[in-house]
T-cell receptor
């Protein structure tokens, strides 16, 4: 089966650091993506991990542990514009490598 | 500018009236896909296409049809829409050659309300 779990909602303060966790169980694994989605808008690509370890991209970093079926997205120096939903998605090895999405974590950044 | 374009952006219609949501991409991507997004359920794949004339069902294909006659276009067809198809729909595309880290590019979404 396929199952991706993320917290439903998180809150944080401007300037702080927040970590959004994602655990997954899929029939196949060919990489994990993080997307950002502002309300009513299209998801936009943030990061990709296929090997274990940390990938850093400016204020955003993403970590993967394949043996634990676990990833996190780390957001530093939070800004108000970071208030959005963050979607964890696993690229499966079936269905021509389809993306299986979690339900998303809504992050609210307050002043 | 590289983009995926969906039309219409918003549509309110009635049960049973056939409708088509168009999707076009200008990146020469082979892979295209349709998703619906519902509160608490996340993005779920409806249909996908690996190339012209090659389509297959995703996780929630019931009540939908697609076609891929040209590489750039991938319309979603609701032959007889019902209220449970009220949702936010996204079209996406990506390249399939090269590395598996090719991200999907999403259109701006189509909000459908079926009364």
């Amino acid at each position: 089966g396929q199952n991706i779990d993320q917290p439903t909602e998180m809150t944080a303060t401007e300037g702080a650091i927040v970590q959004i966790n994602c655990t997954y169980q899929t029939s196949g694994f060919n990489g994990l993506f993080w997307y950002q989605q502002h309300a009513g808008e299209a998801p936009t690509f943030l990061s990709y991990n296929v090997l274990d370890g940390l990938e850093e991209k400016g204020r955003f970093s993403s970590f993967l542990s394949r043996s634990k079926g676990y990833s996190y997205l780390l957001l530093k120096e939070l800004q108000m514009k970071d208030s959005a939903s963050y979607l964890c998605a696993v690229r499966d090895t079936t269905g021509f490598q389809k993306l299986v999405f979690g339900t998303g974590t809504r992050l609210l950044v307050s002043p | 500018e590289a983009q995926v374009t969906q039309n219409p952006r918003y549509l309110i219609t009635v049960t049973g009236k056939k409708l088509t949501v168009t999707c076009s991409q200008n990146m020469n991507h082979e892979y295209m896909s349709w998703y619906r997004q519902d509160p608490g359920l996340g993005l779920r794949q409806i249909y996908y296409s690996m190339n012209v004339e090659v389509t297959d069902k995703g996780d929630v294909p019931e009540g939908y049809k697609v076609s891929r006659k040209e590489k750039r276009n991938f319309p979603l067809i609701l032959e007889s829409p019902s209220p449970n198809q009220t949702s936010l729909y996204f079209c996406a595309s990506r390249a399939i050659g090269g590395y598996s880290n090719q991200p999907q590019h999403f259109g701006d979404g189509t909000r459908l309300s079926i009364l």
